[in-house]
């Protein structure tokens, strides 16, 4: 295939070659055949074109974007528990006992998405996040309009604003991945 192997466009070359997912190595490896009619001097630019085209094509997969979209997931939910456990830390040394608990049972739930999305994906996050989302658009309702303003009202409002917003965004990311990887594998 490559005559040349410590070149360094038949090293981008052969990176090109792994990088290229499954369904793409036949076209990858005719551009390497290709490789040896290209003149010396257009070899590294021909060979970082077909390591750009093998990114790319690799960015786009169903697979890639897949793990990406997984890794975000869960990555975005176990920081957000670790954000939730730090501000409710905070909030018992102020002794501010509903942010304090809100703070920890939301570092609970989105640690529980977080594992529920490993296991089963991207149906359990929109699952497990919808009707959480309802619930909690109640809760912030309730806290503005149906109960007498406490001190921490406003915070707790806000915590319960945050939470939304995330879950509006994991959902969103799910969703997208969920129908880019349905529409790359051919299924409407």
Wanted: include cysteine; glycine fraction near 8%; proline fraction near 5%.
């Amino acid at each position: 295939m490559i005559d040349k192997p410590d070149t360094h466009g038949s090293r981008l070359l052969g990176l090109a070659l792994r990088i290229a997912p499954p369904e793409r190595h036949e076209w990858f490896a005719a551009m390497a055949a290709e490789y040896e009619h290209v003149p010396t001097s257009a070899q590294g630019r021909f060979a970082l074109g077909c390591l750009l085209a093998a990114g790319r094509e690799r960015a786009i997969s169903p697979q890639f974007v897949n793990a990406v979209a997984r890794g975000l997931l869960i990555g975005g939910a176990m920081f957000w528990a670790g954000l939730n456990i730090r501000f409710a830390g905070r909030m018992s040394a102020n002794e501010a006992l509903v942010p304090e608990v809100l703070g920890y049972a939301t570092a609970l739930t989105f640690t529980i998405g977080a594992m529920a999305t490993a296991r089963y994906g991207y149906r359990a996050t929109i699952a497990l996040a919808a009707p959480l989302m309802a619930v909690l658009a109640l809760v912030a309702i309730f806290l503005r309009h149906g109960s007498a303003q406490a001190p921490l009202s406003n915070l707790t409002i806000a915590l319960v604003v945050e939470d939304l917003v995330v879950l509006a965004l994991a959902v969103a990311i799910a969703a997208f991945a969920s129908r880019q990887t349905r529409m790359r594998q051919g299924h409407p």
